[in-house]
């Protein structure tokens, strides 16, 4: 589907020949035009936008090989049919979630009535990260869109291949004087941030994050900041540990462990630890066989600069499974480390490669002790068998999300927001929560001039004004 044919690209860094500014002044000027707020655009441009991703499938799966080594399996489950999903469940409820809500009027208003109706905030910015570099430029786009808004999307530059598609395939199925894509790294993305927008929903780390938000503070622009951070992993005793370890491994390793949500660490309760690190091993071999390197199921590190960092942490700990690189393919074996101590560099940052640190704690105190000392995570995720754990691990922590038994999988639940605290972020999307991210919501109070119930507040206050006004308000 090939709508508008007026689409250009909106920034050529090479050239310099069109800015930031330029780019953002023709979006707005198509939003003042009102065009984006009738439901059939916000409908038309999310139809075209999945067509794009079915009818374009074959060129995404390159570029994420070209870029990570992504399986086409794992492009296909993580990138194209989740946003695919999420664009669904958009068109499916969409009317409905911007139908506005009544809300009740107290009685010293009546007859009145009042509602919250959903408008469009006008010209966004989406800056992406490189892991998910198609889902995560384009499941905040289809909020952005479901709301009515124009959108400047950024996709990241360690991700060339992927940002080359997008640049090229998105201007040719939506309506490019709405949707624009700037390509580029530091100097593109701060000319950009110089702008005035009306949303800037960021998807990285946190020292990037507080540029973007500070950035926009010199706007008032409200931010989205989706972070990462370490996930911990709880395991207890009393839990199938051979299926918690298929589940951990399949969460650490997917994508080579360069997920946001992924497991950074295990924190073996008790005596688990010995039997929990042999069956992560068996997961291992299991998933990827005895030499992953020839696995096409097996993922690759995104650039030399990060493949060096993630190998400097291979000796924090006892290898158990895994320990090899490559570094000429920017391979790492998917590894795990027991007898991990706390201040061990893979403890020091987020680990955002396909290592498993695992570290003994003597009981269930110590371990939420041990996260709660730490930054608030994204996801928590705990392997147990005990009610009583799951109540003190919702009630005794806190992160952006809580996983039991299956890590990752709450991302793809559209329902529930997904988004961090602290420093894992602030602000979430997915589903309803996107629209109303990328929306005002604008109070509405409607009341009939007669008869003129307010009478009574109007000065002069004589005695009888006043007990009606100091019983009744
Ligand atoms: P990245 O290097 O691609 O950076 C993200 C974006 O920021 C890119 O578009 C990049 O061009 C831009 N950028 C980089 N430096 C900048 C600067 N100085 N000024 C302005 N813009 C700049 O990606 P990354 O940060 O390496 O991504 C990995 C991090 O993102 C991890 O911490 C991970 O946990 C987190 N993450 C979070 C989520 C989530 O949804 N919460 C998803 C994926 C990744």
């Not at 952005?144 to 991700?159: F, H, I, T, Y």
């Not at 969460?251 to 360069?258: K, S, T």
């Amino acid at each position: 589907m090939h709508e508008e044919t007026t689409v250009q690209q909106a920034s050529d860094a090479a050239t310099g020949t069109t800015t930031g500014a330029a780019t953002v002044e023709r979006l707005r000027a198509t939003f003042r035009t009102g065009r984006t707020r009738p439901l059939e655009w916000r409908r038309r441009q999310l139809r075209a936008l999945r067509a794009l991703l079915t009818e374009q499938g074959g060129v995404f799966t390159e570029a994420l090989r070209a870029d990570l080594g992504k399986s086409p399996v794992e492009t296909h489950s993580s990138e194209l049919s989740f946003v695919v999903n999420e664009i669904d469940h958009t068109l499916r409820h969409l009317e409905r979630w911007l139908r506005p809500r009544r809300v009740p009027v107290p009685a010293t208003l009546l007859p009145a009535r009042a509602r919250t109706m959903l408008e469009p905030l006008g010209v966004v910015l989406i800056i992406a990260p490189w892991n998910y570099p198609v889902q995560l430029s384009l499941a905040p786009l289809v909020g952005a869109l479901a709301a009515g808004d124009c959108a400047v999307l950024k996709p990241s530059e360690v991700a060339p291949a992927s940002s080359a598609a997008l640049a090229r395939l998105l201007p040719e199925y939506l309506d490019g004087d709405a949707v624009a894509v700037v390509e580029g790294g530091v100097p593109e993305t701060t000319d950009l941030l110089e702008q005035r927008f009306d949303h800037v929903f960021y998807t990285g780390n946190g020292t990037v994050g507080r540029i973007v938000m500070a950035a926009a503070a010199r706007h008032l622009t409200p931010v989205t900041l989706e972070l990462g951070g370490k996930s911990p992993v709880l395991v207890e005793a009393g839990t199938d540990l051979a299926a918690a370890a298929r589940r951990i491994a399949w969460g650490r390793f997917f994508n080579a462990g360069q997920s946001c949500t992924s497991p950074d660490y295990v924190l073996a309760i008790g005596d688990v630890a010995p039997e929990l690190e042999k069956h992560l091993a068996a997961a291992v071999e299991e998933m990827y066989g005895s030499d992953p390197q020839r696995s096409p199921d097996y993922g690759r590190i995104v650039n030399e600069r990060h493949f060096d960092r993630v190998a400097a942490l291979l000796d924090s700990g006892r290898v158990v499974v895994g320990g090899r690189t490559d570094r000429g393919d920017r391979y790492i074996a998917p590894t795990v480390l027991a007898d991990v101590a706390p201040d061990a560099p893979v403890m020091r940052e987020e680990i955002f490669g396909p290592v498993l640190p695992v570290l003994r704690v003597p009981d269930l105190d110590a371990a939420l002790a041990f996260v709660n000392e730490r930054d608030k995570p994204l996801a928590l995720y705990a392997f147990t068998g005990s009610e009583e754990t799951r109540r003190r691990v919702l009630t005794e922590t806190s992160s952006g999300a809580v996983g039991f038994g299956l890590p990752n999988a709450h991302l793809t639940v559209p329902g529930l927001p997904f988004g961090g605290v602290g420093e894992s972020g602030l602000g979430a999307y997915h589903g309803r929560l996107s629209v109303e991210t990328f929306s005002h919501a604008k109070a509405v109070l409607d009341k009939p001039l007669a008869p003129d119930t307010v009478r009574v507040v109007y000065p002069p206050f004589g005695k009888v004004k006043e007990r009606v006004i100091r019983r009744f308000m």
